[in-house]
């Protein structure tokens, strides 16, 4: 299993690498466990990663690029991203509810961009429009707003990007 990057806190390190078919179950419930703040935000518990089933999440993970986030022997975040063209679409970074505003999340979005293995021109991603604290990780990650969509749960997402250095 190769390694993305190391990262240390006091006495415990943080390691970012790919995630593996076992990992399943554990991003799934850390997903729930992610998410069920943004379904407060927004009141709306049918939020599609608090509904997402298991088979959808093993089939996700093995078909776009996902990282993990390990502290000890716990997966404390994760992330993917899927190629469209010359664009990485990057999505569901999530990251323990007690070990948010770590810089964990910050530095699996590092971790991803420099993943792309294709010729990538820019990330793309999309957050809530209620969500500040993670519009506020990616403009300080260089993410700018650049629109608004509906969701299909009719809730306004931000979509925010940024150029991939050449």
């Not at 069920?36 to 009141?43: D, F, K, P, R, T």
């Not at 990663?49 to 999440?57: A, D, F, G």
């Not at 993410?143 to 990007?161: A, I, N, P």
Request: aromatic share 6%.
């Amino acid at each position: 299993m190769a390694n993305v990057g190391s990262y240390h806190f006091p006495m415990v390190e943080v390691v970012i690498s790919f995630v593996q078919p076992a990992d399943v179950g554990e991003i799934l419930t850390l997903q729930r466990a992610a998410y069920i703040a943004e379904a407060q935000l927004y009141g709306d518990v049918s939020l599609p990663p608090l509904i997402q089933t298991y088979n959808e999440l093993a089939a996700e993970l093995r078909s776009d690029l996902s990282l993990k986030a390990i502290m000890g022997h716990r997966i404390v975040g994760s992330v993917r991203a899927r190629y469209k063209g010359s664009v990485l679409h990057i999505g569901r970074l999530m990251v323990a509810p007690d070990l948010q505003g770590r810089g964990i999340g910050t530095r699996l979005l590092t971790a991803v961009e420099r993943s792309a293995t294709a010729n990538i021109d820019r990330y793309m991603l999309f957050t809530g429009h209620e969500s500040r604290a993670n519009i506020r990780l990616y403009e300080r990650c260089g993410y700018t707003q650049v629109g608004q969509v509906r969701s299909t749960s009719d809730s306004v997402l931000v979509q925010l990007e940024k150029q991939a250095d050449k």
